[in-house]
């Protein structure tokens, strides 16, 4: 991976941990979730998508990069889930619409599974749409026949 892309991925990595570690502030301090919901790591998840699958990236690097936006993510996510496990203190890590109304337990496990298996599979699909879709468009932009 070049040096550049590496740097995007610590700042993007850096940004979902920073936006997590808000919601997770916010939902400690009582902020009331119509609030803290706005924290979304999941938009510089996103955000990232779009930037990484329209660079020049090889399907392997595409794949670990989805693995290293998933990091920040899982890391926080599991935390603040964690927190109300420990504490029994609600969060907005754990609230019915979240959470499939499972556990607290459960849906600790479920998310560090997850976290492991389908949402970094989830990441890297929508990258390669990302990059299907801008390998399209610039073809269409330059004159060229886009191919299947």
């Known amino acids: 991976m070049r040096h550049t892309s590496k740097g995007a991925v610590v700042g993007f990595m850096g940004a979902i941990l920073l936006v997590g570690l808000v919601r997770f502030g916010l939902t400690v301090s009582g902020a009331p979730d119509e609030i803290t919901k706005y924290g979304s790591m999941t938009v510089v998840i996103l955000a ?3 930037y990484f699958g329209a660079a020049s990236l090889s399907r392997k690097e595409l794949a ?3 693995y290293l936006l998933i990091l920040p993510y899982i890391a926080v ?3 603040g889930i964690g927190y109300t496990w420990a504490t029994g203190k609600t969060t907005i ?3 019915p619409q979240y959470s499939f109304e499972m556990p607290v337990n459960v849906h600790f ?3 560090l599974v997850a ?4 949402q970094p599979l ?3 699909g929508v990258m390669l749409i990302v990059r299907a879709v801008s390998k399209r468009w610039t073809s269409s ?3 060229r026949p886009t191919s299947g």
């Open 115 to 118: 976290g492991l298996t389908w």
């Open 64 to 66: 670990a990069v989805s």
């Open 93 to 95: 890590f754990h609230v």
């Open 48 to 50: 990232g998508c779009v």
């Open 122 to 124: 989830a990441v890297f």
């Open 109 to 111: 496990w479920v998310h």
């Open 77 to 79: 996510e599991l935390g």
């Open 141 to 143: 932009q330059h004159g």
